[in-house]
């Protein structure tokens, strides 16, 4: 995390990382923080297959992913996951079928910046398959996978490795 050096308040070269969530400068005192940020990640399911996605941009470009994202301020977990499938798959879900999972610690690296995350997952089961027009910018492509062919070095993130490993012993 050495990409912030200058002291957003007192504008010297100054600003000490920690290692761990925070930044200070020893001119002036302050303090900046990188707190946890929220993010979603939906298990779209249609009996023993789930939809993923493969990723088109950094990070982890070619890896599968499940869709999701990050939350906006004065927004709930559900709405994002709502906002996110929509804009991700266009496809509009309704909040209450929704089922909570767990949630895991996660690290998004982005731009040299390592983002800390608690990541929710939800499941979302459908009755049937469905293929959609992805937006080429964000995803290259989609796939219904089995969950008996899942391969835990095709997944992107930590987390969502840790998530598979733990929901296909519980299926």
């Not at 080429?136 to 992107?156: H, K, M, R, V, Y």
């Amino acid at each position: 995390m050495k990409i912030l050096k200058y002291c957003p308040s007192c504008g010297k070269e100054s600003l000490h990382w920690d290692g761990e969530k925070k930044w200070s400068c020893p001119n002036c005192n302050f303090n900046l923080y990188n707190n946890v940020a929220g993010a979603v990640a939906v298990v779209i399911r249609c009996g023993d297959e789930i939809y993923l996605t493969r990723r088109n941009q950094e990070p982890k470009k070619g890896k599968l992913d499940l869709a999701g994202g990050f939350v906006d301020p004065r927004e709930s977990a559900e709405e994002t996951c709502k906002r996110e499938l929509f804009e991700e798959l266009q496809l509009d879900i309704n909040i209450s079928n929704l089922k909570y999972l767990t949630s895991l610690p996660n690290v998004y690296q982005y731009k040299e910046i390592d983002y800390n995350t608690i990541d929710l997952f939800y499941e979302y089961n459908v009755s049937e398959k469905f293929e959609v027009n992805i937006e080429l910018s964000e995803i290259s492509e989609t796939q219904w996978i089995p969950l008996s062919e899942i391969n835990l070095d095709d997944i992107a993130f930590d987390s969502q490795k840790i998530f598979f490993e733990r929901y296909l012993k519980n299926i």
